[in-house]
């Protein structure tokens, strides 16, 4: 019995020190005497240090993580500038294309050489017979195989790393390259519907936690320039 009501006695202190210390966080500027009489474990080697050698650890562990965590922020923030950049370059080229045609040339060369990107595809449901069906961009509406990679476009916005099959892999980029990870692009006109199919033959190109604002931004940007040259109202 007096084992147990010295342990809970002893943890009340304990508790009682750890509460005033709490409660005055000034405490050891009127006793810095005792700065250098305390110890504390080391948390690398074991060994005890004083309570101010520890605290100096402590922050420089700190401002090792801050240091850390302002460079991601820079090197994310200069990776944003870059993709800026090139979605600048790849709007202007848009602006001076006098035809359809110039729009498929900008968009498999430019595009591909912007983003250093393995393998582009793009595909156009149209609904009228004619010319434009020559061009391999273009089918006629619902192509089954389409319509399945349409369907994995929740809300019209693009996804990367969908899980697709080899049928869709063939659909989109007829066996070019061994294609690893995919990023999907709705294009949605009034009168039209389109995906552009990015490839890459590296698994972590594109994955499912990746940001999508500057895909959604290439497909308003693709989707415009279209409908202006289809001569029918964007979207």
Request: proline share 5%; hydrophobic share 40%; charged share 30%.
């Amino acid at each position: 019995m007096t084992n147990k009501k010295q342990i809970r006695e002893k943890l009340s202190w304990e508790d009682a020190v750890a509460r005033h210390l709490r409660d005055n966080p000034d405490y050891f500027v009127r006793h810095l005497d005792l700065l250098e009489i305390l110890r504390v474990p080391h948390p690398a080697h074991g060994g005890a240090v004083s309570l101010i050698e520890r605290q100096i650890d402590a922050l420089r562990d700190k401002y090792a993580l801050s240091e850390r965590q302002l460079r991601d922020l820079v090197d994310m923030a200069r990776d944003n500038d870059r993709i800026a950049a090139r979605l600048h370059r790849f709007a202007l080229a848009l602006i001076d294309c006098g035809s359809v045609d110039d729009v498929f040339e900008t968009v498999h060369g430019l595009l591909r050489q912007e983003f250093d990107l393995d393998i582009i595809s793009l595909l156009i449901e149209w609904p009228e017979q004619g010319d434009r069906e020559v061009r391999p961009e273009f089918m006629l509406p619902r192509e089954p195989r389409f319509e399945a990679l349409w369907a994995r476009c929740a809300d019209r916005k693009p996804v990367c790393a969908p899980a697709l099959d080899a049928q869709s892999l063939q659909f989109l980029f007829q066996k070019k390259g061994d294609v690893k990870s995919t990023a999907l692009i709705p294009l949605q006109g009034t009168a039209w519907r389109g995906l552009l199919a990015l490839g890459s033959h590296d698994h972590h190109r594109f994955h499912a936690a990746m940001g999508t604002l500057y895909l959604t931004r290439l497909g308003e940007l693709l989707t415009h320039s279209l409908s202006i040259r289809f001569n029918v109202p964007g979207p």
